[in-house]
């Protein structure tokens, strides 16, 4: 006789805990977006700015203070903090949501365990979908002031100024583009550091997990963190490239560019899919994944920093651990 599907629980998260995964979200994505910001100007002038072509992370940030100065590294840095506030929030909780529904639908624990790839990908992606939201517009916002010089002081004149001259549509002009860059990086930073615990997990008793060590709690959620923030880098690298301002990448480089490029207030007009058809074309293949450098180390310092504070701030504010579906 066939034996039944043991029952999966799933833990009841209340209003509060959605709220510390929130807090917990907003502040490790603030932290480390913030803090990279520098580097983030220096790709953002690469895919844009003709006068960067060819420049590498270092050359590229030799040539800006020399041009600029010091201060012109921190560029955009409103938009960035306030915008990956929202988003990080939002994604984080959001994941945790969304998990916890599609393993309340798969109704079963080997169900669940059977189709956990499906659950990253689809909590991951919805996550970061409604993220997206409250980021395009700030998102558009750092883009124009990295691209423009003289274009506005900061935050908020900046989004006024966006929003007076091109309104709602020129806030999310980049929506699409953005889409196309953040939810294959959302894919890799979920899905892989899901499954790098998996296997750091799968041969250790739960008497010796709970045994676990501060110091090898941290290098599995460290290494699990770099490993899942390349991968992310890769997914987003190629896909996008800052359509906001510039051009397109491959998975979320290519994205990344076009994300830079439609930003930038320049270019082909018309529908969206068209002028990024324009610009994908007019960067090429090689333009598509300028850049890739400085975002992979900016992607894998983001994500294993990320992790790691989600989880320390988690653990402080009370908040209940993430539901696991792992495979024993």
């Known amino acids: 006789m066939a034996q039944e599907p043991k029952l999966f629980v799933v833990p009841q998260f209340t209003s509060k805990d959605y709220s510390s995964f929130f807090l917990a979200g907003a502040i490790c994505c603030t932290a480390t977006h913030g803090a990279m910001t520098p580097i983030d100007v220096v790709k953002t002038r690469i895919q844009i700015d003709p006068a960067y072509k060819g420049f590498s992370l270092l050359s590229g940030t030799r040539y800006v203070i020399a041009q600029e100065g010091a201060s012109a590294l921190l560029t955009g840095f409103g938009p960035t903090a306030v915008g990956y506030l929202v988003q990080g929030g939002a994604k984080f909780a959001g994941y945790e949501f969304w998990k916890k529904r599609f ?7 080997d ?16 996550a970061e979908f409604f993220a997206d939201i409250l980021l395009t517009p700030l998102e558009a916002t750092r883009i124009r002031l990295v691209s423009q010089r003289n274009y506005a002081t900061g935050l908020v004149s900046g989004f006024t100024r966006l ?10 002009s980049g929506f699409l583009p953005i889409l196309c860059k953040q939810i294959p990086y959302a894919i890799g930073q979920f899905t892989v550091n899901e499954f790098c615990h998996e296997l750091a997990f799968r041969n250790m008793s739960d008497e010796a997990r709970l045994g676990l060590s501060s110091t090898s709690k941290f290098g599995i959620d460290l290494g699990s963190g770099v490993i899942a923030g390349f991968a992310a880098a890769i997914l987003s690298q190629s896909l996008t490239k800052d359509i906001f301002t510039e051009e397109l990448c491959v998975c979320s480089q290519p994205a990344d560019t076009l994300l830079s490029q439609i930003n930038k207030g320049h270019g082909p007009t018309g529908s969206m899919p068209y002028r990024l058809k324009v610009l994908a074309q007019e960067a090429g293949f090689r333009g598509l994944f300028a850049g890739l450098g400085p975002r992979m180390v900016m992607t894998a310092g983001l994500v294993s920093g990320q992790f790691l504070m989600y989880d320390g701030i988690k653990h402080a504010l009370g ?10």
């Open 111 to 126: 169900t669940a365990v059977k189709y956990r790839t499906a659950i990253y990908l689809g909590a991951s992606s919805t």
């Open 103 to 109: 393993v309340g639908i798969a109704g079963d624990q």
């Open 319 to 328: 908040a209940p651990p993430a539901l696991e579906i792992h495979k024993e």
């Open 163 to 172: 929003l007076r001259e091109d309104g709602l549509r020129g806030l999310y």
